[in-house]
């Protein structure tokens, strides 16, 4: 091998090692397919399917929203017989290599108080915070769906 060819490879070798963060694949979770239930105000929720790519457990602990000054993480139980949808404590956990499913009459992401109205086929902004301190962000489509009739009980848990 010549000389060149010799410190081309040890001056490549060192510059990828120098960035041994910016070779890291991708975010540790990614939403497929999420939207978000169309509202002029008051309640909405967003569903999608959290996908683990990491080797080990991530914990979605709080969610933020562009359209919503509060959100909680929400999982839906049966009270007295009927549908109820909760906090969820301690958050998702979502195993490594695994997914999590947010879907109406299941776990979901809950905006409280929403401020500005989602129509069909807006797009919503979502910041998800973990319990390492990360984030992960991704965007949901305004979507019509006439369910989600669940009670809101904020006490249980």
Same mark, same amino acid.
């Given at each position: 091998m010549?000389l060149p060819?010799?410190?081309f490879g040890?001056a490549l070798l060192?510059t990828?090692? !120098?960035? !041994?963060? =910016?070779?890291?694949a991708g %975010?540790?979770?990614?939403?497929q397919? %999420?939207?978000v @239930?169309t509202?002029?105000?008051g309640?909405?929720?967003?569903y /999608?399917?959290l996908?683990?790519?990491?080797g080990?457990?991530v914990?979605?602990?709080s969610?933020?929203s562009?359209?919503?000054?509060?959100m909680e993480?929400?999982?839906?139980?049966?009270v007295?017989g009927k549908m =109820?949808m $909760? +906090? @969820?404590?301690?958050?998702? =956990?979502?195993?490594a290599? /695994?997914r999590h499913?947010?879907? +109406? /009459?299941g776990?979901?992401l809950m905006?409280?108080d929403? @401020?500005?109205p989602? #129509?069909p &086929?807006?797009?919503?902004t979502?910041?998800l915070?973990?319990k390492d301190? !990360?984030?992960? $962000?991704?965007? =949901?489509?305004g #979507?019509d769906?006439?369910g989600?009739?669940?009670s809101?009980? +904020?006490?249980? &848990?």
């Amino acid at each position: 091998m010549s000389l060149p060819l010799r410190i081309f490879g040890a001056a490549l070798l060192l510059t990828l090692a !120098g960035c !041994g963060e =910016a070779v890291q694949a991708g %975010p540790s979770l990614v939403m497929q397919d %999420p939207w978000v @239930k169309t509202a002029d105000s008051g309640m909405s929720a967003a569903y /999608g399917t959290l996908v683990n790519t990491t080797g080990k457990e991530v914990v979605v602990v709080s969610a933020t929203s562009s359209v919503s000054p509060a959100m909680e993480l929400h999982e839906t139980t049966t009270v007295d017989g009927k549908m =109820a949808m $909760r +906090p @969820k404590e301690g958050g998702f =956990a979502i195993p490594a290599h /695994g997914r999590h499913e947010f879907e +109406p /009459g299941g776990d979901h992401l809950m905006l409280m108080d929403v @401020k500005t109205p989602v #129509k069909p &086929g807006d797009q919503v902004t979502f910041t998800l915070t973990l319990k390492d301190g !990360g984030t992960v $962000r991704f965007t =949901a489509l305004g #979507k019509d769906f006439a369910g989600g009739n669940e009670s809101y009980q +904020p006490g249980l &848990g």
